[in-house]
């Protein structure tokens, strides 16, 4: 399965300032999508991104606070821009390949972040 | 939107125990799969079931499938310390992108925090 090399493991950050989180995945992978984390809660879908196309958002994720690029089929950058405390949250990437029954996801390690 | 409920948010068991954490769905579900986290660590793929009534084993762990594809099951037998962490169940839902091109997309369940007592 794939291994995916996820920058930076944790950051405490002003508000009003952005952060921008990479992975980088060591295979050519289809689809790659990011996920919030609260500490102790579950996973939530803040948008899958395809290699060449716009990434698609979910409900409550809007572009202009969340922006992704895909330059390639190896990595992937999410920003959080303008931070306010309620980012604070652990951050995640994952793989997926494109298909309708793919295999089990990889998640990358996580980023911590800290708004003050 | 598609939701995946999970059962119990909380399990204490002392160490050899059995332990079950239970998923359900409102929709019948592509496939579903199961993850491990660890305290502190980020999920870790164990299985993915997709056959309706289907049960997979890994050792001490046992997977289930219902029958409509709506909800999972995962029972530990004989719990051991190592076994601590988060047990999230994740339904594949399908869905079609602008350009009409199918894919799963995961929807995870609220996460069972198991603790194993020694």
């Given at each position: 399965s794939a291994v995916i090399s996820q920058k930076p493991s944790r950051d405490i950050c002003q508000r009003g300032t952005s952060l921008t989180i990479q992975c980088q995945v060591d295979s050519q992978v289809t689809m790659m999508f990011w996920y919030r984390q609260q500490p102790g809660q579950s996973l939530t879908l803040i948008a899958t991104a395809n290699q060449g196309s716009e990434a698609t958002y979910e409900s409550g994720f809007v572009i202009d606070k969340f922006p992704i690029s895909?330059?390639?089929?190896t990595f992937s950058t999410l920003t959080v821009s303008?931070?306010?405390?309620?980012?604070?949250s652990i951050y995640l990437c994952s793989t997926g390949q494109g298909g309708?029954?793919?295999?089990g996801y990889t998640f990358g390690s996580g980023t911590r972040l800290t708004v003050v | 939107g598609q939701q995946v409920m999970q059962i119990p948010q909380y399990q204490h068991v002392q160490e050899g125990e059995d332990f079950t954490t239970y998923c359900n769905s409102s929709t019948t579900l592509s496939n579903i799969q199961w993850y491990k986290q660890r305290p502190g660590g980020h999920p870790v793929f164990l299985i993915q079931l997709v056959k309706s009534g289907e049960v997979k084993k890994q050792k001490r762990l046992t997977f289930q499938f219902g029958e409509a594809k709506k909800n999972s099951s995962l029972h530990i037998t004989a719990?051991?310390?190592?076994?601590?962490g988060t047990y999230f169940c994740a339904g594949r839902f399908l869905f079609r992108d602008a350009g009409g091109t199918s894919y799963g997309k995961l929807t995870f369940g609220q996460g069972t925090i198991l603790t194993v007592h020694p």
């Open positions: 895909r330059p390639n089929l303008n931070m306010s405390p309620e980012d604070s309708l029954f793919n295999y | 719990t051991q310390t190592t076994d601590v």
